[in-house]
């Protein structure tokens, strides 16, 4: 059972997302909260496996709260699935450089919510590296840093795949240009986010743009 907990300001918002999740043999709504000031008590005391968090919230809002989470949980901190208003807005892309697994329009068909819930509670993400990176490019245009020691513990290989990720690129996509399997381009990808001490592959995409690889 998958155990979700919903942070929004708004109450009827909250009441409708609740009746769709409880409505789920697979999934239920352990908690609410109407700003991300309680997000760490809510988190202890609940124990969820996926927050739902709106980005627009009064006192703390869902880019803070979501750092916070991770700050102090780091790996015990359940999965973020950022709500936004519009598809393509920097604070959906503050949120995902704070650790959230993705973003969702609040306006999507509740098919898709669901869906999303279950994939970020797989451990995979809801946005995708092209759009990261598109993201980025429109939000972030000047990168701010150049890589640390940790960038010299990869391979030519890793640093190879890595950039690949960085402009987007599938796992299926980095094989063919490659010509290695995509399970190898899996194994790499895994070696470098232990290296880099890294989430995701979404987070690939930031770490590049962040230290000026691309």
């Known amino acids: 059972m998958i155990s979700v907990a919903l942070v929004d300001d708004q109450p009827l918002f909250r009441s409708g997302i609740a009746m769709v999740?409880?409505?789920?043999d697979d999934m239920t709504v352990v908690a609410e909260a109407a700003t991300g000031a309680t997000i760490l008590t809510l988190c202890r005391?609940?124990?969820p496996d996926v927050v739902l968090m709106d980005i627009r919230m009064?006192?703390?809002d869902g880019i803070e709260a979501t750092s916070t989470l991770f700050a102090e949980l780091g790996a015990e901190a359940p999965k973020v699935l950022v709500l936004t208003t519009f598809d393509l807005e920097e604070a959906a892309l503050s949120a995902i450089e704070a650790g959230a697994s993705g973003f969702i329009v609040k306006d999507t068909e509740p098919e898709f919510l669901l869906a999303a819930i279950r994939q970020v509670n797989a451990g995979?993400?809801?946005?995708?590296?092209?759009?990261?990176?598109?993201?980025?490019?429109q939000f972030r245009p000047a990168a701010r840093s150049t890589p640390g020691a940790e960038y010299g513990e990869l391979t030519p290989r890793e640093?190879?795949?890595?950039l690949y990720v960085a402009q987007g690129m599938?796992?299926?996509?980095?094989?063919?240009?490659?010509?290695i399997s995509e399970a190898t381009v899996k194994t790499h990808v895994s070696r470098i986010l232990t290296k880099l001490d890294l989430r995701d592959r979404i987070?690939?995409?930031?770490?590049?743009?962040?230290?000026?690889?691309?």
């Open 21 to 24: 999740i409880n409505s789920q």
């Open 159 to 162: 640093r190879e795949i890595l």
């Open 45 to 47: 005391t609940h124990r």
């Open 203 to 214: 987070h690939m995409v930031i770490y590049a743009y962040e230290h000026s690889l691309v």
């Open 124 to 137: 995979s993400n809801v946005v995708s590296s092209a759009a990261t990176r598109s993201l980025f490019e």
């Open 170 to 179: 599938s796992n299926s996509e980095v094989a063919g240009q490659l010509f």
């Open 58 to 60: 009064p006192d703390t």
